[in-house]
């Protein structure tokens, strides 16, 4: 079981979902390589490719993000995703706990629209992201 306790965390998990806020991710990584203890280590006002740019290619981390996008000139939605990112150097052993972490990950940052499974920054790309959050979003009349 990873520990997901630290008070910081659900601090920025909530910092996030305000709109009183301007703080739009977070960016969890484990203490060091033999612990299973998450501790909030950045949270950021920029876009989804500022979050890209935080990940490490040696760790295993997760993120969360709040993405606005818009249908058409009047609408504007925002939704949120769960990032498990599994870097290219990340070691075996920690690899093979992401599945049962990220269930206990989930119990603290437990509203997104979609997760997004990142092994590589490309995962992240805004665009295709934002298709599959208007695909989960229900009733789109932009025929996507």
């Given at each position: 079981m990873a520990d997901v306790s630290d008070p910081k965390i659900t601090e920025a998990y909530l910092d996030v979902?305000?709109?009183?806020s301007d703080t739009n991710w977070l960016l969890l990584d484990y203490e060091n390589d033999r612990s299973d203890k998450l501790?909030?280590?950045?949270?950021?006002?920029?876009?989804?490719a500022d979050l890209r740019?935080?990940?490490?290619?040696?760790?295993?981390?997760?993120?969360?993000?709040?993405?606005?996008?818009?249908?058409?000139?009047e609408s504007r939605r925002e939704k949120f995703i769960l990032v498990v990112w599994i870097g290219s150097g990340c070691k075996v052993m920690r690899k093979a706990k992401i599945s049962v972490h990220a269930a206990n990950v989930k119990e603290v940052l437990r509203v997104y629209s979609i997760e997004v499974a990142a092994r590589e920054r490309?995962?992240?790309?805004?665009?295709?992201?934002?298709?599959?959050?208007?695909?989960?979003?229900?009733?789109?009349y932009d025929g996507v």
């Open positions: 979902r305000s709109d009183k501790v909030l280590t950045q949270t950021g006002t920029g876009s989804l740019h935080a990940l490490d290619d040696s760790k295993a981390s997760y993120g969360y993000a709040r993405v606005t996008y818009s249908n058409d000139k490309d995962d992240l790309k805004e665009d295709p992201i934002i298709v599959r959050l208007r695909k989960a979003g229900g009733a789109s």
